[in-house]
């Protein structure tokens, strides 16, 4: 099993900037890609991004490209999302995931729990 922790979320006004981070622990050589969705109330979950292995590439939604970089430090076993330019629409409930190679949005199979983040307006 592969365990996901995220933290970084909170409050923040419209467009400011929050970084969310991802730790990963266990049998962390089960996994290959690493990212991120987002749910918000009422709402089907969203890909947010993605990144693979070696970082070199790169995955985001059109909701996100050009506002949000994703990054990952493989000896820390870390996945880190910064979130620029934020916008009330941003507005949900952030989740960090990891999977074996493959599709970048579909079948994750590790999923953490969860970190709020709250765009003001």
């Known amino acids: 099993q592969v365990q996901l922790v995220e933290s970084g979320g909170g409050l923040v006004q419209a467009g400011g900037s929050l970084r969310l981070s991802c730790a990963a622990s266990?049998?962390?050589?089960?996994?290959?890609?690493m990212g991120w969705f987002r749910q918000a109330p009422g709402k089907e979950r969203e890909f947010v991004a993605a990144?693979?292995?070696?970082?070199?590439?790169?995955y985001f939604g059109d909701s996100v490209k050009g506002r949000f970089a994703i990054s990952r430090d493989n000896a820390k076993n870390t996945m880190s999302l910064q979130m620029n330019s934020l916008k009330p629409e941003d507005t949900a409930i952030y989740y960090c995931?990891?999977?074996?190679?493959?599709?970048?949005?579909?079948?994750?199979?590790?999923w953490g729990q969860g970190t709020q983040v709250t765009v003001s307006s």
């Open positions: 995931a990891a999977r074996p190679r493959g599709s970048v949005t579909l079948d994750y199979e590790f």
């Open positions: 266990g049998r962390t050589f089960s996994y290959d890609t």
């Open positions: 990144i693979t292995w070696r970082g070199d590439r790169t």
